[in-house]
């Protein structure tokens, strides 16, 4: 007879306080911007990719500021009082972020300037500033703004018939003070210009101009800043500093009221650019009066003013990688291998033998594409159903999917039109798909649809003589169908002809489809329906396991856990003695290592080379272990506001392979970071083992 679990004491009653549970999500993923920095610090990361983490902390807190400050921001406006499950306001939250965001930006522009400058000079590549110029390149770069740039420049003086004119989301633009009167005697002392974005950020200078380097760039701004007094005839230009703004970006629609979701979507894109602002990013050199009267245009305070000590936007900088042909101050290329089941000419016949897993980006994401263009040409198949939430330009899945509709194939395809910053290249897509007579949907209204999943129904011989039979296969991934991003991101993709799984694809499709009601399912769990309460059920279930003395363990991988109820779930079960190891690479609102709370949790972040990406669950359960692959990280929006899949690996092999996967990441000491209880990661003691991903792609 099994041991009923204790009832364990109410959180609150052992004196905790809200802080004391949950870390704030919004500063944990500040955190996480600070490892991607690291990155740019560690030596053992060829020079050109600690670049590239430089250009992607930038990018990342560009969108941190765009999506979670600016719905902070109204927050503190509509509800003041609210307060997240870590007991802070979003006035206070939002006077945190400004405290750590401003340290954040000031480290970024410091590893710039003074880490990785120095480190490309030594390889000579160098960014040549004002003063370093040659006679002959300053001829060069003059001739060069005359030709290339004046012509598109539109500087505007500020004056009572010149109003301050509107500013483009992350523009780059340049605040002149000026001295003098121009052509009809006016001295209005101010003028902005702005710079189109077809302009180059980064200008290279001929190796043949005397004096130069054969990588040798000089910044968009520091050419304006040189001649910026062409641009004023008679004038003086006696300052100029570069600004930029940051709006929100996120897209408001009422899904509820709108007729065409994709309408109202291609209205409110065309005014995501001229979204509230949220952040003034400025010259460090600027004067007081210049910034604070920017700042006032804004609308904004001073806690909402970073003054930087380089270009105002380092991610521009990720071009460099590209021009710069120095293999050996890159990542050695990693072509990944095919698996000998899938490399066949029939890869229905080898998912019929049994079920495959693939591993991104150490195994290729080419059997995903060869399976739609197999099903799309094979006459005996009848129909495809696919979702897709990101699929890059020009993408082969998509192309597979057109085919099969060109070939009279049954073509329905769940297309995510609110995939953030994807929508319009979703809304293409899905019109491509319709002029070939595909059946688009756009998923459920208040719910996006974020589950990864293939079914193929494919008219079959039965085993019966003369008979036949409609088989389905499919294929269900924790991470996109995108090709470009399988080489970089880390996910899992499992093929399998399972009736009971296949059955369960097929009934969700139905759901997204139709408007039936909600089925039983055999084999997945779903949100927004059972994902959460299966959840919920495993970790008590292992409590149970635990307080009767048998084998209790949780080790689970994903991109953020910040859900409340399922944290408070997990501390439960660590004070029941279920040993639970997480493995978070972002945002996790979980306070590991705390007494009486959760000394049995450990977390970690792995950041390397590829995003981590995949999310999978592991449950020991007394010896008949479960392990589930998901698209779905422990957030609020995961597992109540989305479509999510979560589907069980059944087979016993690939089970045991995902298992020494989790115990490589949680062995490794090379690219791990340990969460503490008070929100910051340390590094573990370095043993000179190799990094977790650097061991699977030799494996591979």
Not at 31 to 59: G, M, T, Y
Not at 150 to 169: E, Q, T
Not at 479 to 505: E, M, S, W
Request: a negative charge; aromatic letters at 8%; proline letters at 6%.
């Amino acid at each position: 007879m099994t041991k009923e679990p204790p009832e364990l004491p109410d959180l609150a009653e052992l004196g905790f306080a809200p802080a004391d549970l949950f870390l704030n999500r919004e500063l944990s993923l500040l955190e996480f911007n600070r490892r991607v920095l690291e990155q740019a610090l560690d030596e053992s990361v060829p020079l050109l990719e600690r670049l590239k983490f430089l250009c992607i902390a930038s990018a990342n807190l560009d969108e941190f500021f765009e999506i979670r400050v600016a719905g902070l921001q109204q927050m503190a406006e509509l509800n003041p009082l609210q307060r997240g499950a870590d007991g802070m306001t979003p006035a206070e939250t939002l006077a945190a972020i400004s405290r750590r965001a401003h340290e954040l930006v000031d480290a970024q522009y410091r590893i710039f300037n003074e880490v990785i400058i120095p480190a490309l000079e030594r390889e000579r590549i160098r960014f040549l500033r004002r003063s370093e110029w040659t006679p002959e390149q300053d001829a060069w770069l003059k001739n060069y703004f005359h030709n290339e740039l004046m012509p598109v420049l539109s500087p505007i003086g500020l004056d009572p018939a010149h109003p301050f004119p509107r500013i483009l989301n992350k523009s780059l633009n340049f605040i002149v003070q000026l001295s003098g009167k121009d052509a009809f005697g006016r001295n209005t002392g101010f003028a902005i210009v702005q710079a189109p974005r077809a302009l180059p950020r980064l200008i290279q200078i001929p190796s043949e101009v005397p004096g130069t380097g054969p990588h040798d760039f000089v910044f968009l701004s520091s050419v304006i800043h040189a001649y910026v007094d062409d641009l004023f005839p008679g004038m003086e230009a006696t300052g100029s500093y570069q600004f930029r703004l940051t709006r929100n970006s996120d897209l408001l629609v009422d899904e509820e009221e709108v007729k065409d979701l994709m309408e109202a979507l291609e209205g409110e894109l065309s005014q995501r650019q001229w979204g509230d602002i949220v952040r003034l990013e400025v010259a460090h050199n600027c004067p007081e009066h210049l910034w604070q009267y920017l700042m006032d245009v804004a609308q904004l305070q001073p806690a909402d003013v970073y003054q930087v000590n380089g270009p105002v936007n380092l991610h521009r900088l990720m071009a460099i990688p590209d021009l710069i042909d120095r293999p050996e101050l890159k990542y050695p290329p990693h072509t990944p291998r095919i698996p000998k089941a899938l490399a066949g000419p029939d890869l229905f016949a080898a998912i019929r033998e049994r079920d495959q897993l693939l591993h991104h980006p150490y195994e290729s994401f080419m059997p995903v594409v060869e399976f739609l263009r197999a099903a799309a040409r094979d006459p005996k198949v009848l129909a495809i159903k696919q979702t897709l939430y990101r699929t890059g330009d020009k993408s082969a899945v998509a192309e597979a999917l057109i085919e099969a509709a060109r070939n009279g194939k049954e073509v329905t395809v769940v297309v995510e039109l609110r995939a953030r910053f994807d929508e319009e290249a979703n809304i293409d897509l899905a019109e491509q798909l319709q002029e070939v007579g595909a059946h688009v949907v756009y998923g459920v209204v208040g719910y996006k649809t974020h589950a990864k999943m293939c079914l193929v129904v494919r008219r079959e011989e039965a085993t019966t003589v003369g008979g036949s039979t409609l088989r389905h296969y499919a294929h269900l991934g924790t991470g996109n169908y995108h090709p470009r991003t399988a080489r970089i991101y880390t996910d899992y993709g499992l093929f399998t002809a399972d009736p009971q799984i296949c059955k369960d694809v097929h009934a969700v499709f139905l759901q997204l489809t139709s408007l039936g009601k909600v089925t039983k399912l055999h084999r997945l769990l779903q949100s927004p329906f059972t994902l959460a309460k299966q959840l919920q059920a495993k970790i008590e279930r292992e409590i149970a396991h635990a307080v009767a003395g048998k084998p209790a363990r949780i080790i689970a991988k994903m991109n953020a856990l910040v859900e409340p109820e399922t944290i408070l779930a997990l501390y439960r079960a660590s004070r029941a003695g279920v040993k639970i190891d997480l493995i978070v690479r972002g945002m996790c609102s979980l306070r590991p290592g705390v007494k009486n709370l959760s000394e049995n949790i450990h977390v970690r972040s792995i950041i390397g080379r590829f995003l981590e990406h995949h999310r999978c669950y592991w449950f020991a359960n007394a010896g008949d272990a479960e392990l589930y692959l998901s698209s779905a990280d422990w957030m609020e929006r995961n597992l109540f506001r989305r479509v999510e899949v979560a589907f069980p690996v059944l087979d016993k092999k690939l089970r045991e392979r995902v298992l020494e996967h989790l115990h490589a990441y949680l062995a490794d000491t090379a690219q791990s970071w340990v969460l503490q209880p008070d929100g910051s990661y340390q590094r573990p003691s370095a043993d000179g083992s190799k990094g977790v991903q650097l061991r699977f792609m030799e494996e591979s």
